[in-house]
């Protein structure tokens, strides 16, 4: 017969998971883990969508890339302030929308955005708002840079090639 030591020591049950930059780590009762590990796991598309990526080294010794890496893109190692630049996307509301779409699916990996995804990656890195993110995204549909469906919208191709011009 187990003490109650023992008995209590084989119900315990640890747990270590890594989604990209989301870890996870528990300890306890095997439901109850279960349980927290779930509420992770709903929200691992949210928490991807805001949590840091590290930086890919740079060749040149800048001091940005020693900075902070918040807001930087998987793909392109750019902070959405530099994307945006670079696409000179800086003055119009509606070109600044697109580029901002094409720079968190790129960051993401997400096939759907909605325009709360858009103010709140602007806002978190110090950016600009947008006066009304939905008129932007209705123009972008217009001009065919942009598709909408039931769980939200996508860049189009036409609509990055746009950005390149």
Known sequence: MLSHRESRRMAESKLTIKVGPIEFAGEGE?????EQLEKVLDRVPELIAIAPLP??????????????????????????????????ATTSQVTKFLATSVWLHDRTGRAR?????????????NQTKLTNPSECLNKNVGK????????????????RESLEK
């Open 30 to 34: 095997g439901s109850w883990l279960s």
């Open 55 to 88: 930086r890919a080294p740079e060749a040149s010794g800048s001091s940005e890339a020693n900075g902070p890496i918040n807001g930087v893109n998987a793909k392109t190692a750019e902070t959405l302030p530099a994307f945006l630049k670079s696409k000179n």
């Open 113 to 125: 955005l909605s325009t709360g995804d858009v103010a709140k990656a602007l806002k978190d890195t």
């Open 144 to 159: 065919g840079f942009c598709e909408k469906d039931s769980t939200g919208y996508f860049v189009t191709d036409p609509g």
